[in-house]
T-cell receptor, first 113, second 116 residues
């Protein structure tokens, strides 16, 4: 079956702009996670959803970052007033339930000029 | 606080050598999970294994094996007879079972280069 997909694969934007990153989880997976990976580092947790609700958003760095999952499937990570420090690969993962292992998508590489 | 340490930043071996990647974790949780993921040059994280804190049996899957020792808080990963296709960054990760969150806490990764 299809894995986790993320669009776009690459996004280049200018400082101060707004961006949206999309994640399509594996069909039937109820839990969805967002991570951010900077060069040479391991992924860092941002937020996760169980169904439509954000169960833990403690990893979001500030209020410029927001994520939604309105129908319990696709999720969008939204970043307002982007800064150069937001440049990273944004990874999405999903799991069948909260007790199952997480499977990752290919990521979106965000570059803020 | 929970933490995962992968002290080996880079390892280089010649094909067919065995190699062990180290992972040490810190936690006060009694129940937790440990993971290994592989990140090849393409960038996608590939799930390799998940172990429950109550299961200390070593696991073998083909050329891969894992050694979990609670006494030393370690979860090491060995690749036997390495191949060029094993070249990747390998991440160890921790997931607590405190009920508050299911987030994964990753180490900084070990870059494995297998030379032909």
């Amino acid at each position: 079956g299809a894995g986790v997909s993320q669009t776009p694969s690459n996004k280049v934007t200018e400082k101060g702009k707004y961006v949206e990153l999309r994640c399509d989880p594996i069909s039937g997976h109820t839990a969805l996670y967002w991570y951010r990976q900077s060069l040479g580092q391991g992924p860092e947790f941002l937020i996760y959803f169980q169904g439509t609700g954000a169960a833990d958003d403690s990893g979001l760095p500030n209020d410029r970052f927001f994520a939604v999952r309105p129908e319990g499937s696709v999720s969008t990570l939204k970043i307002q007033r982007t800064e150069r420090g937001d440049s990273a690969v944004y990874l999405c993962a999903s799991s069948l339930t909260l007790d199952d292992e997480q499977f990752f998508g290919p990521g979106t590489r965000l570059t803020v000029l | 606080a929970q933490k995962v340490t992968q002290a080996q930043t880079e390892i280089s071996v010649v094909e067919k050598e065995d190699v062990t990647l180290d992972c040490v974790y810190e936690t006060r949780d009694t129940t937790y999970y440990l993971f290994w993921y592989k990140q090849p040059p393409s960038g996608e994280l590939v799930f390799l294994i998940r172990r429950n804190s109550f299961d200390e049996q070593n696991e073998i899957s083909g050329r891969y094996s894992w050694n979990f020792q609670k006494s030393t808080s370690s979860f090491n990963f060995t690749i036997t007879a390495s191949q060029v296709v094993d070249s990747a960054v390998y991440f160890c990760a921790f997931q607590g079972d405190g009920g508050a969150t299911n987030k994964l806490i990753f180490g900084t990764g070990t870059l494995l280069a297998v030379q032909p």
